[in-house]
């Protein structure tokens, strides 16, 4: 017969077999990774549409801004304000930079478009998709970031305004924030502290299918594209290259490792692509988790370089 004790310790050791057993018999099944917040990312873009079209000279533009600056009333925010000079005179802008310290020496860039188009103001242009999506985006990885002493680089987020034209898409009509912003970081030595800028744009769409754009650094897409196949995505990423005229160009003319993350067909034929249907309805939570799940991944390896 066992002493009580005795059949204490053989339970308490059967018990911790059975809780080891699992995991002997299948050593190679892998913890399920935590998902970003693609919901989160979707109610920020819902709130900024709400706001209705926000073209700059607009009092729409005024609540985006106002907006924004109350999501990092808390954070290290920077108002990069300046005056464009456009096809409708001068025209006061404004970035937006939230800069988030990592103990690294340097910063990965992270960078949207906020405001919609001057020249789409008579047809309720709202861009769900151009502009909010990637703002909701943008707006939940601060929440994952804020509070935190990060591991690696610090990770700037950056608002451009002006990315759209004013009238028609050229090279001095168009991209107004990010070329004054790279020619600013230029001058005063905050480009070479700069590690990668990756850019978001239109990459909410329900349907998927972010293109690569050839002028992007090549080092750079092939880590966006090892974080998509650790999440299984490959499909929504790369099958097809085109060049695409963004706010990333003005960083790469100056020797920035950067990325422009797009989706330029939206819709059937891009039907949705600056017109009144490019509304709320047409981008989608899990898009958003998508993305997020690759940006975070892919700054983790840039962190590793």
């Known amino acids: 017969m066992l002493s009580s004790s005795c059949a204490s310790f053989l339970k308490r050791s059967a018990a911790a077999l059975l809780l080891v057993l699992p995991a002997l018999a299948a050593p190679h099944q892998s913890i399920a990774q935590p998902h970003f917040n693609g919901a989160k990312a979707y109610e ?10 926000r073209w700059p000279t607009s009092p729409g533009h005024q609540k985006a801004e106002d907006y924004l600056r109350a999501q990092f009333k808390h954070d290290q925010l920077e108002e990069d304000t300046f005056t464009a000079n456009t096809p409708i005179g001068a025209v006061n802008m404004r970035n937006f930079i939230v800069r988030f310290p990592g103990k690294k020496d340097g910063a990965i860039v992270l960078a949207t478009h906020y405001e919609t188009n001057y020249y789409l103001r008579n047809i309720n242009f709202v861009g769900a998709n151009d502009g909010a999506a990637t703002t909701g985006l943008l707006l939940s990885i601060a929440d994952g970031l804020r509070g935190k002493k990060l591991d690696g680089y610090s990770v700037w987020l950056v608002f451009f305004d002006g990315e759209e034209a ?19 970081w230029g001058r005063d030595g905050t ?20 293109q690569r754009e050839t002028r992007s650094t090549d ?7 090892q974080s998509a196949k650790k999440f299984g995505y490959e499909r929504y990423f790369f099958q097809t290259d085109q060049p695409v005229e963004d706010d990333h160009l003005a960083f790469i003319a100056r020797g920035v490792p ?5 989706d330029i067909d939206y819709g059937p034929g891009d039907s ?15 898009s958003l988790t998508i993305d997020g799940d690759v940006f975070l991944e892919t700054i983790r390896l840039i962190n590793l370089r």
């Open 191 to 210: 480009l070479s502290k700069i590690k990668a800028f990756m850019l978001a744009d239109m990459i909410g769409d329900k349907d998927l299918d972010i």
């Open 219 to 225: 080092w750079l897409v092939a880590l966006v594209r």
């Open 44 to 53: 920020y873009a819902r709130q900024f549409v709400a706001i209705g079209p």
């Open 166 to 184: 004013i009238k028609s898409w050229s090279a001095s009509d168009s991209t107004y924030g990010s070329r004054h912003l790279a020619a600013k």
């Open 272 to 286: 949705y692509h600056h017109t009144a249907q490019d509304t709320l309805d047409k981008i989608s939570p899990r």
């Open 258 to 262: 950067s990325i422009d993350v797009i």
